[in-house]
């Protein structure tokens, strides 16, 4: 199951007890399908829970005749037509909800979201008839596709206003369609949550943490590794200036302050600047350890011009 058939799923689920949430939801169903008009009403979904939970919807708020038929659209993909086909429930319907069905441009009637409880029930119905979702763990992004601009426009408004969510909705054009769309883990899980759907906001959740998590791991083993190379690089160096002193007279060669540390280099490659430190008779600090080394190499640079 896609992740947008999971939270449409979800939702279908969700049954409001007053009856005007039920009709804010019914109206955020049919506004939002392929057509709205007095010629006819009909949504098209591939979520099978979504095509049922609409049609019972339709039926109980409107008393209408509800037909629900069940089409292939592409290859292997099933999809499920929602419609009323007689003119004079589809009059009922146009009426109930403050449309004529001859409107130039469809926009959405304020009245009927008459409670604030109503809000997220017609976003619920919204959703169930033209969102979608990508799946998490390529994207966060949840859309909402509008046949209409000027109906796009009003969905972009409403969602900007919803309590305590920040949702910042953006309008693009797709295909001659209108796609009012979400960004953002944090945003689309508590959007999520506010619809109805707290599992499919968990997996959200869940997917951004995961990423999160895999990407700290990434930039510490990056980090590691870099200073890894730059401990390797510099011990080269180290132990260069060191084989100068040797080639020409042997340990004794070395000024007798950094003999020791210069011998411990040698043998110990890999050590960091603290873990050398740490391995002489009378420990230094990193500092102290880097400076006699910084010393030392100054020092056989001049052997090396002489």
Not at 110 to 138: I, M, W, Y
Not at 266 to 285: C, D, F, H, K, V
Request: hydrophobic letters at 40%; glycine letters at 6%; charged letters at 25%.
């Amino acid at each position: 199951m896609s992740f947008a058939s999971a939270i449409k799923s979800e939702l279908s689920k969700q049954k409001a007890s007053r009856i005007c949430c039920r009709t804010a939801e019914c109206y955020g169903i049919l506004l939002f399908g392929r057509s709205f008009s007095l010629n006819g009403i009909s949504f098209t979904t591939e979520s099978s829970d979504a095509a049922h939970c609409a049609s019972q919807m339709i039926a109980q708020v409107s008393g209408a005749i509800v037909e629900m038929k069940r089409i292939l659209r592409r290859a292997e993909h099933t999809a499920f037509v929602v419609s009323v086909e007689d003119i004079e429930d589809r009059r009922k319907i146009l009426n109930m909800f403050g449309h004529d069905g001859n409107e130039i441009h469809l926009l959405l009637n304020h009245a009927v979201l008459e409670n604030e409880c109503c809000l997220s029930a017609f976003l619920r119905g919204a959703f169930l008839s033209c969102g979608t979702g990508v799946d998490p763990q390529k994207e966060y992004r949840l859309e909402f596709v509008v046949p209409h601009f000027h109906l796009a426009k009003s969905l972009s408004s409403i969602l900007t206003e919803v309590p305590e969510l920040a949702l910042q909705p953006m309008i693009s054009r797709r295909q001659g369609a209108y796609v009012v769309y979400l960004t953002g883990g944090d945003r689309i899980s508590d959007f999520l949550t506010y619809l109805g759907a707290v599992q499919s906001s968990m997996e959200v959740m869940q997917t951004k943490m995961l990423k999160e998590v895999r990407n700290n791991v990434n930039r510490k083993t990056n980090f590691e590794t870099a200073n890894i190379g730059k401990t390797a690089s510099a011990a080269a160096l180290q132990i260069e200036a060191i084989e100068r002193f040797l080639n020409l007279g042997g340990w004794t060669a070395i000024p007798e302050e950094l003999r020791e540390l210069a011998k411990k280099r040698y043998e110990n490659p890999e050590l960091s600047l603290r873990e050398l430190g740490q391995s002489l008779e009378t420990p230094l600090s990193r500092s102290g350890v880097n400076h006699r080394l910084q010393k030392l190499i100054e020092l056989s640079e001049k052997l090396q011009k002489h």
